[in-house]
C-alpha cells in the first residue's frame, strides 16, 4: 500500500528563518512526487513534479529535492505571505486499473510571523 | 481563464436528504476525480473518471454517486447513505492521456459540506 507521512504537522517560522518540510514516501514504483500549496477555505495549488531520484525544482523562495525514500521542501528567507499548509502526494506506478491517482500526505501547516 | 469551477462553496444537508455538488472544468482534461478532505487527513479519493461514460469507484466510494455524461462536467452526488458528511469536498481535473498521464492534478476551490 502506498504511503505518505509528513513532518512537522505544524512550523512556525520567523520572517527571514529558513527551514525545511519533509514528505517521506513507499509507493510500488514513483511515477510522480507532487507538491502544492493550500490557504484556507481554498483548493491545492499545483507548486511542483519531481519524477526521479536526484531532481530539484525551484520556485521563487521554494525548491524541491528528491531521494528515492523522501522529499523536501526548502524554503528560503520565507515571507508572512508563504503561510499554508503544504501537501505531498505521490502517483504510483501502473496498476490493472491504470487510474493513477494521488495518495496524498496530511500536509505541513507553515505559519511565518512579521 | 482556464481552471475548474466548483459549485456551492457551502451546503447544508438535512437528514435522508441526496445533494449534488457540481464540478465543471474547461480545460479540455479526460481525467476528473472528487477527494474528500477531513481535519489533519489527508485527501482521499471517492471517485474518478478517465473518459466520459466511464467512472471508478475510489477509496471511499460508499454513499456516493457520479455521472460524466460531459468531458466539462463531473457532478458529485452525497446520498443519504453515507452518515459522516460533512467535509470539504474538492474535484480535481488532469491533463495528458488520461489517468495514464502523470502530469500534476488541478483543483477547484471546493465545496463545503455540513449536516443541518
Known amino acids: 500500500e502506498d504511503q505518505v507521512t509528513q513532518s512537522p504537522e505544524a512550523l512556525r517560522l520567523q520572517e527571514g528563518e529558513s527551514s525545511s518540510l519533509n514528505c517521506s514516501y513507499t509507493?510500488?514504483?514513483?511515477?510522480?512526487l507532487f507538491w502544492y500549496r493550500q490557504d484556507p477555505g481554498k483548493g491545492p495549488e499545483f507548486l511542483f513534479t519531481?519524477?526521479?531520484a536526484g531532481e530539484e525544482k525551484e520556485k521563487e523562495r521554494l525548491k524541491a529535492t528528491l531521494t528515492k525514500k523522501e522529499s523536501f521542501l526548502h524554503i528560503t528567507a520565507p515571507k508572512p505571505e508563504d503561510s499554508a499548509t503544504y501537501l505531498c502526494a505521490v502517483q504510483a506506478g501502473a496498476t490493472d486499473t491504470g487510474r493513477r491517482a494521488l495518495t496524498f500526505g496530511s500536509g505541513t501547516r507553515l505559519q511565518v510571523q512579521p | 481563464d482556464g481552471g475548474i469551477t466548483q459549485s456551492p462553496k457551502y451546503l447544508f444537508r438535512k437528514e435522508g436528504q441526496n445533494v449534488t455538488l457540481s464540478c465543471e472544468q474547461n480545460?479540455?482534461?479526460?481525467?476528473m476525480y472528487w477527494y474528500r478532505q477531513d481535519p489533519g487527513q489527508g485527501l482521499r479519493l471517492i471517485y474518478y473518471s478517465q473518459i466520459v461514460n466511464d467512472f471508478q469507484k475510489g477509496d471511499i466510494a460508499e454513499g456516493y454517486s457520479v455521472s460524466r455524461e460531459k468531458k466539462e462536467s463531473f457532478p458529485l452526488t452525497v446520498t443519504s447513505a453515507q452518515k459522516n458528511p460533512t467535509a470539504f469536498y474538492l474535484c480535481?481535473?488532469?491533463?495528458?492521456?488520461?489517468?495514464?498521464?502523470?502530469?500534476?492534478?488541478?483543483f477547484g476551490d471546493g465545496t463545503r459540506l455540513s449536516i443541518l
Open positions: 509507493v510500488s514504483g514513483l511515477r510522480g
Open positions: 519531481l519524477y526521479s
Open positions: 480545460l479540455n482534461h479526460d481525467a
Open positions: 480535481a481535473s488532469k491533463g495528458g492521456q488520461g489517468g495514464y498521464s502523470n502530469q500534476p492534478q488541478h
